[in-house]
């Protein structure tokens, strides 16, 4: 009997992850290979479209933009997705909680701000169920496998930013990547003189890399942001043997926020990340491309609570997705909107953003999700 919901194209090995264990199954096209990239940005950049991202002090990717705290503070974001698979007609629905971004800063004199952030690079995190037949001399048994993987390759960001002139910030960083991934596959039958089968395998990686940036006000109304990263070894582990070993991808990235007109902010960003290097990390087979990606997006002034006015967002992003399935290509096309509500006087800030993504490339098969992102940014 086939697969309940799973096409061909995507019966995965656990094995992508360095590991040789049984072939498991997953609906779902984003978190293909090693996972799916949430972006390192918070959820106020996200319902722009990621336009600010190079100046937004509560992302992860430049760290010049950690001057942009102005004063000590911490951000926590929390950013469930509500995944929905379609393929030869049938639907799988899922949901993934994540935790994407932590970070938080504190001044060091007039000049110097130190930073550090920790954010999802690449989040795997699925689990799916299928049935199948064990066929025997005289009979046959049904049988239920289900697969389920928990993990993610985090991104570590210790940081420093220098105002090096009243205008133009330079921030540097390290980027130390741990994580890891956990398989556990378990068989059932109707029939209880079948034996139950269960089988759990855990992966470790570590790594490290560096990031540089520069944050440059050139006039009162704009903002510009670039920043680069380079990557150092990748390397996967099974207990405390080495697997495999790998470079951790580069990226750059350029930005620009405007604020000359009145109770409008304007941001648009561009993307590229370097994750071919992460060949070699895995199994040969797992295919693993370049990509890059653009967005952008406007705030608006709008009504006013608890003193201050709230600030309402739309944005647009469009991307590739670092995995490929069946030699395809991923695509992303996601659109935003959301809100931020001001406290203790503008000092600190509750944000809410509500994403829609879809994701095409796959023949026959398409994935839509929403991703509902909670931030809240205090600064005492």
């Known amino acids: ?51 600010p991202a190079e100046t937004d002090a509560q992302s992860a990717l430049n760290p010049a933009s950690i001057a942009a705290w102005i004063r000590p503070g911490v951000y926590v974001e929390y950013a469930p997705e509500f995944r929905q698979v379609t393929t030869n007609g049938q639907s799988d629905h899922t949901t993934t909680s994540r935790f994407p971004i932590m970070s938080g800063a504190i001044n060091i004199g007039n000049r110097v701000t130190a930073g550090i952030s920790v954010s999802t690079l690449l989040d795997r995190t699925w689990e799916t169920t299928r049935t199948g037949f064990d066929h025997f001399v005289s009979d046959s048994v049904q049988f239920t496998e289900n697969f389920k993987v928990s993990g993610a390759i ?13 205008t133009l910030w330079l921030g540097v960083s390290a980027d130390v990547y741990s994580g890891d991934n956990n398989l556990t596959i378990l068989r059932t039958s109707l029939d209880t003189t079948v034996k139950t089968f269960s089988q759990t395998s855990r992966l470790s990686y570590s ?140 000092r600190s800030r509750i944000d809410f953003t509500l994403v829609r993504a879809i994701r095409t490339g796959v023949p026959g098969v398409t994935e839509h999700a929403w991703t509902a992102e909670f931030g809240i940014m205090v600064r005492p």
Not at 15 to 39: D, E, N
Not at 154 to 166: E, H, R, S
Request: glycine share 18%.
């Open 154 to 166: 985090d991104d570590i960001k210790p940081g420093i930013a220098v105002a090096v002139l009243q």
């Open 207 to 346: 790594g490290v890399g560096a990031s540089g940036g520069i944050m440059w006000q050139p006039t009162s109304f704009m903002a510009i942001g670039v920043s680069g990263r380079l990557g150092g070894r990748l390397t996967a582990f099974r207990n405390d043997t080495v697997l495999t070993r790998a470079t951790a991808p580069k990226r750059a990235g350029a930005g620009v926020t405007f604020t000359g007109l009145p109770g409008v902010v304007l941001a648009f960003h561009t993307d590229w990340e370097g994750w071919a290097s992460m060949n070699g990390l895995g199994q040969p087979g797992l295919l693993i491309t370049n990509t890059t990606e653009y967005g952008g997006g406007a705030e608006f002034r709008g009504p006013v609570a608890l003193g201050e006015p709230i600030a309402l967002r739309i944005g647009y992003r469009h991307r590739g997705l670092p995995f490929l399935v069946d030699s395809s290509k991923v695509m992303e096309s996601s659109y935003s909107a959301g809100f931020g509500v001001p406290l203790s006087q503008g």
């Open 1 to 51: 009997m086939r697969p309940r919901f799973i096409p061909p194209a995507f019966l995965v090995a656990a094995a992508a992850c360095a590991a040789a264990v049984p072939a498991g199954a997953q609906g779902t096209i984003r978190t293909q290979g090693f996972g799916y990239p949430p972006g390192q940005i918070s959820a106020a950049a996200a319902a722009l479209g990621g336009g």
